[in-house]
């Protein structure tokens, strides 16, 4: 079988390691990037706490001893299933079936203003631009102290109260409290503001109850000034502006107000559904389609309990790629098409930091909601399992560790000049 898969995220990475060295496949692994980027820890390399090379995993590498996939840098363009063939960025490719496992990227919900001057983070590039913009903030501010355009260096403004707008304006406050003032001696941070700006009436909605108001208690504990119940409506670059006409200055507007799939062209306008994802059947397999199959977070799938589609969260993508690893590898064996799996998902829970021992964990089972140290060290424990390689997880639990002792972390550097950030 001459399987392609396009993206190796959590879905088409796990689908690739669970195929590799299997007889009878010949796999083509396609990305963009030439590494798997680890986005849970994205917002730690954002704030400067981790470097980017400990998240991100060459594909290369991870392939070494694979005899039956090759990889290939570069873009998808157009899928033309009739044709069983991908238009991509280094040419034509020919596929028996075709895996689309190309994740979600920003969604700006078509407000170009917004889109051009809000900093998005759903990329290791893009993590680290932002670490070089908050960085470049301070710089500037250092040269215009006296004077009132100070105040837009000095605040930062994230847009979405979900697991990632939470964990970024927990690290910020504590960059704020911790490091900054140590960093930047003539700057007076009291004057630094940190606004969280969530359209429901809580963070982490998404969560247990009681593992909101946590999460919002641990975010004013740290100094986060939390917006609820209001949306973001401008940002020029200069003023941000909300639906009650509030104003505020900022140089820094992170968007991580929700996600959108990642399609290339060529999939039928009819087969897209809410959030720009691919409607699937249990099997994950495109309506409609004979050999075209979409996983993770740019599959949308209607279940009992998944009305509207599975969380896009890196479980689901995992687990959807180990069902259809087994029910290409029975389709390859020729075991009958009554031997197909269809996907369940198996809700492990779900968690969030804020800060040193802040934490949120919910056990979906017995609806146990834990915070604080117990839940920090549990969502540390799964993290760092969680990360490829034994180099990787070595190097992130020393940083951890470094910087739970220390307070601190060596990696405020910026990389690139201030025209280009
Ligand atoms: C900041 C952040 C924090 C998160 N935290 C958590 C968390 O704590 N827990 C959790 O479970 N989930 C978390 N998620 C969500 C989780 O990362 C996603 O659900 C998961 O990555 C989805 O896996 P995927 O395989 O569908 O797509 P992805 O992992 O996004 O992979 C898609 C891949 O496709 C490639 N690609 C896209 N388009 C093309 C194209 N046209 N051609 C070639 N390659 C292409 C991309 O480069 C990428 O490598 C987080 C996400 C973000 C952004």
Redesign the pocket.
């Known amino acids: 079988m001459k399987l392609v898969i396009?993206?190796?995220?959590?879905?088409?990475?796990?689908l690739a390691r669970k195929l590799r060295n299997k007889a009878g496949f010949d796999i083509t692994l396609?990305?963009?990037?030439n590494h798997?980027?680890f986005?849970?820890?994205?917002?730690q390399v954002a704030t400067a706490g981790l470097d980017a090379s400990n998240i991100s995993f060459p594909l290369r590498k991870i392939f070494h001893k694979s005899k039956n996939i090759k990889i290939r840098l570069?873009?998808?363009?157009q899928i033309l299933a009739a044709e069983n063939k991908l238009v991509?960025d280094f040419g034509d490719v020919y596929f028996d079936k075709l895996v689309i496992?190309?994740?979600?990227?920003t969604n700006f919900f078509n407000n170009t203003q917004i889109a051009a001057h809000a900093l998005p983070?759903?990329?290791t590039i893009e993590?680290l631009n932002l670490r070089y913009k908050i960085l470049q903030n301070f710089e500037k501010a250092t040269e215009l102290q006296g004077s009132e355009s100070i105040e837009g260096y000095l605040n930062v403004c994230i847009v979405g109260g979900g697991?990632?707008g939470v964990?970024l304006s927990g690290a910020i406050a504590e960059m704020k409290k911790f490091v900054l003032h140590k960093d930047f001696p003539e700057l007076d941070f009291s004057k630094m503001n940190i606004y969280l700006f969530e359209g429901t009436a809580k963070t982490l909605e998404m969560m247990q109850p009681k593992s909101s108001d946590r999460s919002m208690k641990y975010l004013q504990k740290l100094g986060v000034t939390l917006k609820t119940n209001t949306k973001v409506i401008s940002y020029n670059g200069d003023k941000l502006v909300t639906n009650f006409n509030e104003e505020i200055k900022t140089k820094l507007v992170i968007w991580?107000a929700g996600?959108k799939g990642?399609i290339?062209e060529g999939i039928d306008a009819t087969l897209i559904a809410r959030g720009n994802r691919i409607k699937v059947d249990r099997q994950c397999k495109v309506i409609d389609s004979a050999s075209v199959y979409a996983?993770?977070?740019?599959?949308y799938m209607q279940t009992l309990g998944y009305a509207n589609g599975h969380p896009?969260?890196?479980?689901?993508?995992t687990q959807m790629?180990d069902m259809l690893a087994k029910n290409l590898y029975r389709e390859e064996m020729k075991s009958g098409a009554a031997n197909f799996l269809e996907f369940v998902y198996h809700d492990k829970g779900?968690?969030?930091t804020v800060g040193r021992n802040l934490a949120v964990v919910d056990l979906p089972k017995s609806k146990i909601s834990l915070g604080g140290f117990i839940a920090w060290a549990i969502w540390m424990f799964l993290?760092l399992m969680l990360i490829l390689g034994v180099k990787n997880r070595l190097f992130v639990f020393a940083n951890w560790l470094y910087n739970y002792f220390t307070y601190d972390q060596s990696l405020r550097l910026i990389f690139k000049k201030e025209r280009d950030i």
């Open positions: 396009i993206g190796a995220g959590f879905g088409g990475l796990q396609i990305d963009k990037v798997h980027q986005q849970p820890l994205f917002y570069g873009e998808v363009k991509t496992a190309t994740g979600a990227d983070m759903k990329s993590a697991a990632t964990e991580a996600i990642n290339p996983i993770g977070d740019v599959a896009q969260v890196a479980p689901v993508a790629a779900s968690m969030a993290h």
